[in-house]
């Protein structure tokens, strides 16, 4: 409430002003020279309804052609005539007079004057709205004539009007004093300065919000300024003498483009500033409907630029009207939002009612002909567009307080909220570090518990290993010399088989004297050790360990001598590959077939084991290489389901793969990829620690 005592003042300020200008020495100056003070005679008009006659013409048609004119304001209307007009001008000082005829109205589109004295053309001035602004006489907004008259003589002044539109504005006529006339129009310019100076330094004020709040309401507004501006420029005429004074088409076939624009985004801003779309969905289809229809004019006026018929005066009679019915709704819009509580929109309701107020004003000049010599009626509608802004400004200003204060309340929310986050953080925060704490603490219980049984089971193996190798060690010796002795005595069948106990005596005693000490009883702890290995002796290796388990299978090794020897673990892949046979003849029927072979590619060697047993199921296959799965075939042969998982870890370890493929009655191929550079030590997962890299089954 504190707003509203200036915001009387300042209206009681402009229009304390406006009044002053109305009424005081210069308001005066336009009704002190009135035609009879200064010799104007105004006689009579003439209609040229064809609009081909000329001078000559005019000057030989008999004296009743003409109608008597009453005032000094031509009206005619809508009318697609030419209209002549005959006044009569006499000196009856000693002394010769310098006038200056008005014809006040800035935008008729043609105007000629003929001065003639005794019959004869002394001068001929042609100018109007459809030339360029350097075609008249004087620089000001108006036509002014200047006249010199000598003493005791008389001249006939003939004015020939023409619209473009056939719409004619009330014309006043008025005979100046040159002294008179140009105090005149310094004061209209000063008022003209103040008015645009008013609107732009709202403009540029709105920007500055609009940059420091990102509020749209801001930036619409002067958008609406700046159009609102550029057309009081071209309805003023200012624009035309200024700004475009050889853009005949912008000052007239674009005046109603100009006009819709300001309309356009007048309807923008209040819908955004009244968010009429949740608060009034009636109204705001209405502005949507009315908005659409001045788009129509605009689209009408664009039709007529290309040389179409239009009827442009209706067009602009339509206009209006949509405009001032645009204005009744932006009130009716203002009102409901003041029911709504809306605070802001008091100053909005009296915003809008200052530009209808200067409307009705500004078209009461068609009533009589004291309107149009009145400054009250010649400043009406732009000093309502004045008020209107500057209310509609504090109205923003309330929208500005509003946000700030809203910004305010929201930081000391934030604020409060931060605290009390702040705080609830810390309590959980405390209660998580207890937790976490307490987890600690059971984690080095579990580890101290894990490390024991790591301990316990190297221990163990370590036992067991010792444990193994003596009887390990009575059995080889003995079977040695039970083969000597069976090479004199035993025939060759149990010879061989003396043989075939002896080599898996000797791989127990190379499995205990290789993995299994200590420090070597997992993956993780093991160091590889690569070395340039044959191919072919691994795979023949791995040969020898399947006859031991053979059932008459016949084991075969397809071996292409290789370029180069491959780069490997010896231990690893062998025990990789003797894994593979024994399942290849642990797995398949006897007397079947199994292949070993190998093969090298640019950058792998391929090491393959191939049977020719009922195969994998797909299902089967994807699981083959987890720990403790087994195939459903195998569930009545001994074994724990660990070799193939080993077995592809071994590799891994190197860099290399282990992968299966099967198809079903067809048998299964595994094969070992290991890269042709040689061996690259890969890190073992967690769940590798501690397993055995021996007793590999699928």
């Given at each position: 409430m504190t707003a509203l005592p200036r915001v009387l003042a300042l209206l009681l300020l402009l229009v304390g002003g406006w009044a002053l200008a109305a009424i005081g020495p210069a308001g005066l100056a336009r009704t002190a020279d009135t035609p009879h003070e200064t010799g104007l005679d105004l006689l009579a008009v003439l209609e040229d309804s064809s609009g081909k006659l000329g001078l000559a013409e005019v000057l030989a048609l008999p004296p009743e052609r003409w109608q008597p004119l009453a005032g000094q304001v031509l009206s005619f209307g809508e009318s697609a005539s030419v209209w002549w007009v005959r006044a009569t001008l006499t000196n009856p000082d000693p002394s010769a007079l310098r006038w200056i005829l008005e014809v006040d109205w800035p935008h008729l589109d043609w105007l000629d004057v003929y001065i003639v004295a005794g019959g004869r053309v002394l001068e001929t001035v042609r100018t109007g709205d459809q030339r360029p602004f350097a075609s008249r006489p004087l620089d000001t907004l108006t036509f002014a004539i200047p006249l010199e008259i000598g003493a005791g003589e008389t001249r006939e002044i003939f004015l020939r009007l023409t619209t473009n539109n056939g719409l004619f504005a009330p014309v006043p006529l008025r005979l100046w004093v040159s002294k008179d006339f140009w105090s005149t129009v310094q004061r209209d310019n000063l008022w003209a300065g103040l008015y645009f100076g008013?609107?732009?330094?709202?403009?540029?004020?709105?920007?500055?919000?609009?940059?420091?709040?990102?509020?749209?309401?801001?930036?619409?507004?002067?958008?609406?300024?700046?159009?609102?501006?550029?057309?009081?420029?071209?309805?003023?005429?200012?624009?035309?003498?200024f700004l475009w004074p050889n853009g005949v088409w912008w000052q007239n076939q674009a005046s109603i483009l100009r006009a819709a624009l300001v309309c356009l985004t007048s309807t923008l801003f209040v819908m955004h500033f009244l968010e009429t779309r949740r608060r009034m969905p009636a109204l705001h289809g209405l502005l949507l409907i009315l908005s659409g229809l001045v788009a129509g004019t605009m689209a009408v006026e664009v039709v007529g630029w290309f040389g179409l018929a239009v009827p442009t005066a209706k067009t602009s009679r339509v206009y209006g009207g949509l405009a001032t019915l645009l204005y009744l709704v932006y009130l009716a819009a203002g009102m409901r939002a003041l029911w709504l509580g809306v605070?802001?929109?008091?100053?909005?309701?009296?915003?809008w009612s200052f530009p209808l107020l200067g409307v009705l004003i500004f078209s009461a000049r068609n009533l009589a002909d004291l309107m149009h010599q009145h400054p009250l009626a010649a400043h009406a509608f732009g000093f309502g567009t004045v008020l209107e802004c500057l209310l509609l400004a504090l109205a923003l200003g309330d929208h500005y307080r509003w946000l700030r204060d809203?910004?305010?309340?929201?930081?000391?929310?934030?604020?409060?909220?931060?605290?009390?986050?702040?705080?609830?953080?810390?309590?959980?925060?405390?209660?998580?570090?207890?937790?976490?704490?307490?987890?600690?603490?059971?984690?080095?219980?579990?580890?101290?518990?894990?490390?024991?049984?790591?301990?316990?089971?190297?221990?163990?193996?370590?036992?067991?290993?010792?444990?193994?190798?003596?009887?390990?060690?009575?059995?080889?010796?003995?079977?040695?010399?039970?083969?000597?002795?069976?090479?004199?005595?035993?025939?060759?069948?149990?010879?061989?088989?003396?043989?075939?106990?002896?080599?898996?005596?000797?791989?127990?005693?190379?499995?205990?004297?290789?993995?299994?000490?200590?420090?070597?009883?997992?993956?993780?702890?093991?160091?590889?050790?690569?070395?340039?290995?044959?191919?072919?002796?691994?795979?023949?290796?791995?040969?020898?360990?399947?006859?031991?388990?053979?059932?008459?299978?016949?084991?075969?090794?397809?071996?292409?001598?290789?370029?180069?020897?491959?780069?490997?673990?010896?231990?690893?892949?062998?025990?990789?590959?003797?894994?593979?046979?024994?399942?290849?003849?642990?797995?398949?029927?006897?007397?079947?077939?199994?292949?070993?072979?190998?093969?090298?590619?640019?950058?792998?060697?391929?090491?393959?084991?191939?049977?020719?047993?009922?195969?994998?199921d797909p299902d089967e296959l994807i699981r083959i290489f987890e720990p403790h799965v087994r195939g459903r075939g195998s569930r009545a042969i001994p074994g724990s389901g660990m070799g193939l998982p080993l077995a592809r870890r071994m590799i891994e370890r190197q860099g290399g793969t282990l992968t299966a493929t099967s198809v079903p009655g067809q048998g299964s191929v595994f094969r070992i990829a290991l890269p042709a550079t040689g061996s690259r030590p890969v890190e073992i997962g967690a769940e590798a620690v501690a397993e055995p890299v021996h007793g590999f089954e699928r």
């Open positions: 008013i609107l732009l330094a709202l403009l540029f004020h709105n920007l500055l919000l609009f940059q420091t709040t990102r509020d749209r309401n801001f930036v619409l507004y002067a958008l609406y300024l700046g159009l609102l501006t550029l057309w009081g420029a071209g309805f003023l005429g200012y624009g035309f003498q605070y802001k929109a008091r100053y909005f309701v009296l915003a809203d910004k305010l309340a929201l930081e000391q929310r934030w604020h409060a909220e931060q605290a009390a986050y702040a705080a609830r953080l810390e309590h959980e925060v405390a209660a998580r570090t207890r937790e976490l704490s307490a987890a600690v603490a059971q984690l080095d219980v579990a580890l101290q518990v894990e490390r024991r049984a790591r301990d316990e089971q190297q221990a163990f193996l370590a036992t067991v290993s010792h444990e193994l190798r003596t009887p390990l060690a009575v059995i080889d010796t003995t079977l040695q010399n039970l083969a000597r002795d069976a090479i004199k005595t035993a025939d060759e069948r149990t010879r061989r088989r003396y043989d075939r106990v002896l080599d898996a005596s000797r791989r127990l005693s190379s499995l205990l004297t290789d993995q299994l000490d200590e420090g070597r009883f997992s993956l993780a702890g093991y160091a590889l050790r690569p070395v340039s290995c044959d191919p072919a002796e691994l795979l023949r290796d791995a040969a020898e360990a399947g006859r031991l388990m053979a059932r008459g299978h016949r084991l075969q090794v397809e071996a292409a001598d290789p370029r180069e020897p491959l780069v490997c673990d010896p231990n690893l892949t062998r025990l990789a590959l003797r894994s593979l046979a024994d399942n290849a003849v642990k797995y398949t029927p006897p007397g079947t077939g199994v292949i070993l072979r190998s093969q090298r590619t640019p950058d792998e060697v391929w090491l393959e084991v191939e049977d020719q047993g009922p195969g994998l």
